[in-house]
Every structure is written in structure tokens, then in C-alpha cells.
């Protein structure tokens, strides 16, 4: 044996019982050598477990000075209640933190010098963030220089700066955060004129305290940016002092350019989630799992591909929604099991019931509460204020629907679903959530919590989307093939079935062209004010054919909206899952056309076919 002796792994049961004796001589008050004295509570400890969590007290107990021999100490600028919960922490290694107790926990770990609550607490308040509390993260997180909490506090209040400068938080924060959002060119507003109100309104707030800020505060508005109309009733509104003459005289000094605000550069995007990853796009990062997958989103206006960070984990399957606020959230899913046999070669799957939300500023996605039961491929739609997820692939979540507080970050289960269905498609409209299956619909009533059977369906089919638009609910599908199994052609059309709720009846609408192609994959979405359907169609062995056709209710016919061409998108596959929402072009990365391998026809034509559109060779 070595003189250092045998050397052995540390004994957990030890500690974890050392634990528990503390803890029993903490509340029958054995051995105690020092009381904490916060306004009328006394709270008896061990200096040595309260120096061994917090370097203010350790500070205090080994410096040698009369601090440290006495037996009582009296903390002024601590909250009791905090107080209470780091001492429970320092003898149970148990931390209690929810919404009441996070701030002032926070307050009171960081005079105490707790690290360890304080990296709990910046964690639990980063994830809290959200557009009704961001305006006072930001001032919590700049108080006590939490740069973690203060950054993402600002990010979301950029993004939502259009709803959050009319929150009173906003017309309390101190000039120097205002200037910091005021100046921001990652604001997400359309228009100049929602910064220039917002400056108004915090101007407003104090005017007398506060109108010596007035030419600092409004230089950070692009003046410029307005119309002439507005800039001279702009200046007409500005208080009647000489503080104006000084913001005139500044804006005539003003270059006669500005830089557009992100909000400003947005585009309306569909966005493609488990497209077929493009064989010139490597891998994120590990997760990826063959066959790869990619996030992608397609602008029609730009005729532009840009690539969204990929779906954390590996997963595929997952449900996909965009809010009206443009929030962009994915769901559930499901993971390849690692190390798990392959029955039959095929690979095994685990479902999941997680939920990440879009970072559209940072490309990135950011963990959100997890659902209360795993989905494969559930239905997503905002109602009201919360978001719901309907069905899914598995017995156990077929019939579950949950409800989704954004606010609170949380879910809770609401009313199942009259029957079990393998499949289905929702939407919402009016205030209302509609399910639809292959023969029956229902809608959900968020005030009574209870779902009501629609009107009977004219026919029953397989669906591919349900898409709602104003008062029109659509199903896209297809009618029973010759036969009898489920397809999604009829002839060479793609079939459509519309409910108009204020009639509550269903009625045939004129069917989507399928083109040239066969067997294709629709998606129904609302695209630039009107509804649109995305096609993918094959033919044979070539590569996937795309259209985006607009539907014309007045005529209840259906035109192609504009081309989409195979040079920019590649084959998305079958199972690809697709949403609009407006992204910005700048905070993505664009995946460029690359030209033909064969510059030239084979047999020397001026006319040849390239993606299935005819190039014209220019004169020479």
C-alpha cells in the first residue's frame, strides 16, 4: 500500500446525510453561534455553513475584526423572506424560486454575494422574459449589471417595440435605457412614426422634469424617415418652448438619408420545416440525423431561399405555428433513440414534448415549457391570447389538447376532443379553434371550454392542410382514389372544401390545378392578404415541380400567383410542414443559386431546358 493510502470515490451517501444533520440542527436550533436580525424576524445559524454559501459573511467572519465575534447581526437592506430561502438552500442544497420570489431573491443574494442563487435566478429570469415584462427586466437586469438578463430583456423589447412603448415599465425607464432602445437599429417597427410616439409619450410623462432631454431624446428618431406631411405635423404637435427651435434647428442638420430599422426590412416568408437538407448545406452541428433535414424559408417576393437554424435535436415531425404577433414556435416531434436496436433495419423513435420559439433577430431557437404530453406531429393555432396543440401521432395524445400561456410560460390541458382520430388538421378563426378530420369537424369554444360538432362534411377525404381566412375555413385535399384507398388527386385537380362560419354550412370550391405532375403535397396557407396553396408535385423520376396558386373567392377560382423556380428550391420532400410569417433577409443566411453544371444544350439548340424552364442562349 502506498504511503497516500488507497484512494476511494467520495462517499455520496455521506454528504447527503451531513446535509440532513445540518438541516436538524438548523430547525431545533443546536449548536447555533449567530443570529440574523431582519426587522422584527430573528433567524439562528452556524457561521460556517452561512460562510461556506456567501462571501459577504464569510468576509465577515474571518476578517478578525469585532464582526466577526458577534453573536448578532442586523441586516437592513435584506428581504426576510429571501433571506429565509438561502438559508434553506445553504441546508438543504433545495432552491425554491417562482415568479413573486425571484426579484427579490435576487436583490438579496446578490448584497449577500450567493453565487450560486444568483445563477439560478439569472437563469429563471432570462426564461421568464417575455413582451408584458421585458421593459422591467431591462431596468432589473441594468440596475444590478446582470449583462445575461439585460441583453435578452433588450432583444425582446425590440422585437416587440410597436406593443411594449405603451407599457407603463417603458415610460418609467431612465433616459439612458430609452436612448439605448431609441437608437436601436434592430427595432421591429414598420414605420418611423411608432418611434417618434413613443418618444413623445416618455416626453410627456414628466415634461417639466424632462424637457431638457427633449433634443438628446428626439435625435435618436430618424426624422428623415417620415413623410413631409408627417414631419410638419410632427413639429406642430412639439412643445410650445425653445427647446423646439433647438430640435428644428438639429433635424435641418440632419443628412437627408436614414438607415432602415430591422422591422422596415421584414418580408413575408413561407417558412419549410424537414425540407430535404440541400446536398451543398453541411450539418449545423451534431443532432443531425440522417436523412438530413433542414429549416428553410422561401421568399416570394424576393424569388430568395434563406436557412433558418436548424430543429434542435435532430427532431423531425414536430408541429410548426406562426402567431399574429409573428412569433414562430415548433413542437413536439419525436428524436432517434441512440443505441437502440433497429427492428428490421428501421431506426426507433422516441416522442417528445418539447417547444422552442424563434429568435428571428438571432437566428436561434430558444427553449420554451414543455408540453404537458409528448406529440408527434401535433396541430398548432393561436386563439385568443395562448396557443394550442391538438392531436398527434400516439394514444395518449390523440384526443389530449392543451392550452399554451406565453405570459406565464406554461401549459395546462382544456376540454379533449369528442373522439380519438390517428389524424387531423386545425385552424383558428373568430375566436375559435376548428378540428378537422377525414369525415367530421368541430369547434372549440375557448370561453366554455367545450368543443361543438360542425355541419356535415359533403364528402370525406383525406386532408393534406386547413388553412382559415376571414370567416372561411379550408380544407385541402383530395377525394377517394378509383380504388378506394385514400389519395389526394381527383383527376388532375387537388380538391377543396370550404365551411363559412356565419352559415355554418360546407361548401365545394373549385379544386387546385395539380399541373403537368402527379401525386402532389399541398399546404394551405394565408400568404400577402389572400389564400394560397404551395404544391409539390412529381412526374415520373424528375426532380419535385412547385406552384404557388392564389385563391380568387369572388370567382372561386384559382390562379397561379407567380412561378417558383426549381433553381432556387430544391426537393422539399414529402413530409415537409409549412407556415408564413415575416422574417428578416439580414439575420438569415441566403443560399445562392448556383448555375447549371452544362452552360450549353448537347445538341448545339439555342433553346434548351434547365430545372423545367426554357434558357434562351443570348445573342453573341
Avoid at 430568395?304 to 435535436?313: D, N
Avoid at 369547434?443 to 360542425?454: F, I, K, M, N
Wanted: charged residues 25%; hydrophobic residues 40%; glycine residues 6%.
Amino acid at each position: 500500500m502506498s504511503e497516500l493510502g488507497e484512494r476511494r470515490p467520495v462517499n455520496s451517501d455521506y454528504a447527503v446525510s451531513l446535509l440532513q444533520q445540518l438541516k436538524v440542527f438548523y430547525e431545533q436550533k443546536l449548536l447555533t453561534d449567530v443570529v440574523l436580525l431582519v426587522e422584527d424576524a430573528e433567524f439562528p445559524c452556524h457561521k460556517m455553513v452561512l460562510a461556506s454559501c456567501s462571501s459577504y459573511f464569510r468576509a465577515m467572519f474571518m476578517s478578525g475584526l469585532s464582526e466577526s465575534r458577534q453573536t448578532h447581526v442586523q441586516l437592513r437592506t435584506v428581504d426576510p423572506a429571501a433571506l429565509q430561502i438561502i438559508i434553506t438552500y445553504a441546508y438543504t442544497g433545495h432552491l425554491a424560486i417562482s415568479d413573486c420570489t425571484v426579484e427579490p431573491l435576487y436583490e438579496t443574494a446578490c448584497f449577500l454575494q450567493v453565487e450560486d442563487v444568483l445563477q439560478h435566478c439569472r437563469e429563471y429570469l432570462v426564461r421568464k422574459v417575455n413582451p408584458e415584462n421585458c421593459v422591467r427586466m431591462l431596468s432589473f437586469g441594468d440596475m444590478f449589471g446582470c449583462r445575461e438578463l439585460k441583453q435578452s430583456a433588450l432583444r425582446m423589447a425590440e422585437h416587440k417595440f410597436a406593443v411594449v412603448f405603451r407599457q407603463e415599465a417603458f415610460l418609467q425607464l431612465p433616459r439612458e435605457l430609452l436612448l439605448e432602445l431609441l437608437s436601436s437599429d434592430r427595432l421591429n417597427v414598420e414605420r418611423e412614426e411608432t418611434v417618434c410616439e413613443a418618444a413623445m409619450l416618455w416626453l410627456e410623462r414628466n415634461p417639466e422634469a424632462r424637457s431638457p432631454h427633449l433634443s438628446s431624446v428626439l435625435s435618436h428618431t430618424r426624422i428623415d424617415a417620415l413623410s413631409e406631411v408627417r414631419q410638419r405635423a410632427w413639429f406642430r404637435g412639439l412643445p410650445p418652448h425653445d427647446q423646439s427651435v433647438v430640435v428644428q434647428g438639429l433635424y435641418k442638420s440632419m443628412p437627408k438619408f436614414f438607415k432602415p430599422r430591422l422591422g422596415m426590412t421584414k418580408e413575408e416568408m413561407l417558412i419549410f420545416t424537414e425540407a430535404a437538407a440541400a446536398p451543398d448545406w453541411p450539418a449545423d452541428g451534431p443532432g443531425t440525423t440522417p436523412p438530413r433535414r433542414a429549416a428553410i424559408c422561401y421568399s416570394p417576393q424576393a424569388g430568395k431561399v434563406y436557412k433558418l437554424r436548424s430543429l434542435p435535436g435532430g427532431l423531425h415531425k414536430v408541429g410548426v405555428l406562426v402567431t399574429p404577433d409573428n412569433d414562430i414556435f415548433i413542437a413536439g416531434g419525436q428524436v432517434l433513440l441512440k443505441g437502440a436496436s433497429a427492428e428490421r433495419g428501421r431506426p426507433s423513435f422516441r416522442p417528445v414534448d418539447s417547444v422552442f420559439w424563434l429568435d428571428a433577430q438571432q437566428n436561434a431557437w430558444v427553449a420554451r415549457a414543455a408540453m404537458l404530453c409528448p406529440r408527434v406531429r401535433p396541430s398548432l393555432v393561436h386563439c385568443g391570447r395562448h396557443v394550442y396543440a391538438v392531436g398527434g401521432d400516439g394514444e395518449a395524445s390523440r384526443r389530449a389538447v392543451e392550452r399554451y400561456d406565453a405570459a406565464r410560460d406554461e401549459w395546462s390541458m382544456v376540454s379533449p376532443l369528442p373522439c380519438a382520430w390517428a389524424w387531423c388538421a386545425a385552424a383558428a378563426a373568430r375566436g375559435r379553434v376548428f378540428v378537422v378530420t377525414h369525415d367530421v369537424a368541430y369547434s372549440y369554444l375557448p370561453h366554455a371550454d367545450a368543443w361543438v360538432e360542425l355541419a356535415s362534411r359533403h364528402c370525406a377525404h383525406r386532408l393534406a392542410s386547413v388553412a382559415a381566412l376571414g370567416d372561411l375555413v379550408f380544407c385541402v385535399g383530395g377525394a377517394q382514389a378509383a380504388s378506394g384507398a385514400p389519395g389526394l388527386v381527383d383527376g388532375a385537380s387537388v380538391a377543396v372544401e370550404i365551411y363559412d362560419m356565419a352559415k355554418d354550412e360546407w361548401r365545394a370550391a373549385a379544386s387546385v390545378p395539380a399541373g403537368r405532375g402527379s401525386d402532389p403535397v399541398v399546404r394551405a396557407v394565408p400568404l400577402l392578404g389572400s389564400l394560397c396553396v404551395f404544391v409539390r408535385e412529381t412526374q415520373g423520376t424528375e426532380r419535385a415541380r412547385y406552384a404557388l396558386y392564389r385563391y380568387d373567392a369572388e370567382r372561386d377560382r384559382w390562379h397561379p400567383r407567380q412561378p417558383v423556380s426549381q433553381r432556387v428550391l430544391w426537393d422539399l420532400g414529402r413530409d415537409f410542414g409549412c407556415a408564413v410569417g415575416k422574417l428578416y433577409p439580414s439575420c438569415l443566411e441566403e443560399r445562392p443559386w448556383k448555375p447549371p453544371a452544362a452552360l450549353f444544350s448537347p445538341d448545339g439548340a439555342e433553346e434548351f431546358e434547365v430545372d423545367g424552364e426554357i434558357v434562351t442562349l443570348p445573342h453573341v
